[in-house]
């Protein structure tokens, strides 16, 4: 999907102001390029839609943690949204204040919780009894009090991908509200904890904003009886569109719901998606053409241990030529499969591409895979993983260097 950072150019792909063929000539193929610009313009839209809340934002890191890109949404005024220690590590890196930094996740371990607490992170968004019950023991053994904000599972179905719903019953995320009301009911016991919110995220790339209202809603009555309990972190979800044909409700939509649901309460949330997806795209190169069996096989140099989003959750990144010079060829675009060389019948990067005449050596551009792209990249195959580019103005450069067979052997015995 072009916007107003990768845009056509004299016939050629630019994001922003660099040819993306230049880039290409200079790092090789497969490589993700990011625009920064995009990537600030999209907090700028969500800080100016949620503020007459004026919302915490933490970026959520999972989404796509590379250091550079971190260093811009802090610098931008943003906090972090962590899935593990390691993830506070690569905040703490980035040059995030901890204090900036809430911890998620389901799972987190003892020497986990040990190191946020030495980090001394903002909020901790606890999962289940029995965590909140270990973070309360070790903040005592430290001398701390660590601030709670509790996961609730509504047991709301949100409109999306199955992979990627979190807030129904059935899914691992979050206490369910007997439990929360239980623990809010003790909340005495834990000397050592202050809870002070909840948190609540229902999944990601949410087609509905009615699935979020009334989980806030359901929030909102759990903590109702705590004066003292008005933080709410809503999570992340605001859907992004991959294709044109795309209708998902804008940010604005969400806040226009939530802005008069959430009067008096202390708004946060967590956007990964919405803030990075359609700021990078992979950029890969034709390899060969196959045509038989009555398809088009367009087989590239990229391929799903660079983006596993299409094998996946059947996610549809739209691909596009680099040059389009050719007026004429593109009249003849045609539908195309363009796959990679990794060695899976899923490795399909796009299924109902509409390409043009190509040839080996022809480049293209796998759009809107800024989130969830790189961080879930693999050595697959024994593929080296691809390098990362940031387009700032009209300048770029390198933000992580592409692997070698070196790199990927450099852990084993
Ligand atoms: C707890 C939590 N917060 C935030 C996010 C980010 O969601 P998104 O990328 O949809 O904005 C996720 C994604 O899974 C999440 O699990």
Redesign the pocket.
Known sequence: MINDSFHYQAGSLWGDGVALDTIAEAVGTPAYVYSATRLLNNVHRLQTAFAPLSPDIHY?I??NGNLALLRLLKDAGLGM?A?SAGEIYRAQQAGVDPAHIVY??VGKTRTEIAYALAAGVGWF?VESHAELQLLNTLAGETGQTAQVAL?LNPGIQAQTHHH?A?GHFGAK?GMTPDIIQDILAHRADYAHLHIAGL?I?I????GDVRETVEAVRAAQALAAPYADMRTLNI?????VHYTASDEYPPPEAFATALVPALDGWQLMI??????V?DAGMLLVSVLYIKEQGGQRFVISDGSMTELIRPALYDAIHPVIPVRVSDQAANHEAKPAIVVGPVCESSDVLHRGALLPPLVAGDRLAVMVAG??GMVMASNYNMRPRPPEVLVEGDTWRVIRRRETWQDVLQFEM
Do not use: C, M, W
């Open positions: 959520s999972k989404a949204d899935v998620a996740g968004n996961r990627i979190t995320f948190h995220h999944g990601s790339q949410l999570g992340g979800g605001f859907p967590e956007p990964g998606r919405s803030i997806a989130a969830y």
